[in-house]
């Protein structure tokens, strides 16, 4: 896992934000996965910015977000749907049609699930995989366990997930219990891999990044196995501080 170490959120997210834009113009028709919650949201800003700058063109971009709240609707504030709306593809030149993002209202999640992954094969799998990386070491929504899952599903949150997340919402009890997200499997497909990280809060996780060691009660932890996984994390999440 090779690591950017950044002095500043800006600094963070300006490089992630770099390496996305490269993938771009390498492949003006590549498939990116992409991320919700806090951390990405600078590097969203930054893409933007580059957009509107004339430097990135999103015409041909593809892209699958790796999770949605279930149950919740598209037009909840909360929705990851409204949030990659707000923050990415109502402001530059995706195409709606090439923006893949779970359902959070299906009343059959299993078929939607096997049907998103179907649908990322069909499309030659991911090129860039966005991840941040949840307090207690989740990626996307899956959560510690003596077991993970391989492809996209339909998984309870734990307590400190609902905790860690009330933040965004009115109250405790309005975070949904549930939601759907891409497998371990479906993240490791990835041919490019970029873990984001900042914060005190991270450290913990981050430093089971960094050991050899691989714990299904830190799922991030799986993305040791994979060949190309670039972390990019601030000095707090680091411990360099
Ligand atoms: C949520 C998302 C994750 C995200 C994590 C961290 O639970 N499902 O994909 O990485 O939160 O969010 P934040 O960046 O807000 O700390």
Redesign the pocket.
Known sequence: MRVILCNTYEELSKNAAKLVASQICLKPNCVLGL???????GMYEELVRLYNAGEIDFKDVVTFN??EYYPISPDNPQS?HYFMNQHLCGRVNLAPENVHILNGETDDPETECDAFDALIESCDGIDLQI?????NG????NEPDDALNTSTHITD?TES?IE??A??FDSIESVPKQ?L?MGIATILKSRKIIL????K??HDAVSQLLTEEIDTEVPATMLKVHPDVVLICDREAYGDV
Do not use: M, S
């Open positions: 991320a919700t919650g806090a951390t990405p949201i790796l999770d990851y991840l941040g990386i949840g307090r989740h990626i996307g929504f949150l997930t860690a997340n933040r965004f939601a997200t984001l990280a900042n914060g809060e991270k």
